[in-house]
């Protein structure tokens, strides 16, 4: 398996943006996390119903969104599954402002709750 990386949260959040999708970087990688972390299985798209649900108000991806967001499942995935517990979460950087920074951590948090919820 080749190694992905996530992205930085400015590339992810201008990504989202143009795909219109309502939602932050630390709000579907939490859900992605938290869904994975609640037993999905890696190796279908039951995610995507869920993702689209919370991310685009239910409506189906387009094909530049879906991409991204399988991306980023699958970088998510690797990393969680990996021997070198190396896990990352996608955050503003530490250069960031601190309430940004706080409000995308509480972001994270609370998808990943839902997500794990989805699942479990």
């Known amino acids: 398996m080749t190694d992905m990386t996530l992205p930085s949260y400015e590339t992810a959040a201008a990504t989202l943006k ?3 999708l309502a939602v932050s970087p630390a709000e579907l990688h939490g859900l992605l996390t938290g869904m994975i972390c609640g ?3 890696l190796d279908n798209q039951m995610w995507l119903g869920p993702v689209c649900d919370y991310a685009n108000e239910g409506e189906p991806l387009t094909d530049g969104a879906k991409t991204f967001t399988e991306t980023l499942f699958a970088t998510t995935s690797q990393e969680l599954v990996g021997g070198d517990f190396d896990f990352t979460l996608l955050l503003p950087s530490d250069e960031a402002d601190l309430f940004e920074r706080a409000e995308a951590l509480t972001e994270w948090v609370s998808s990943f709750m839902s997500g794990f919820g989805l699942v479990g």
Do not use: I, P, R, T
Request: net charge neutral; hydrophobic share 35%; charged share 0%.
């Open 18 to 20: 143009s795909y219109q």
């Open 39 to 41: 037993g999905l299985a």
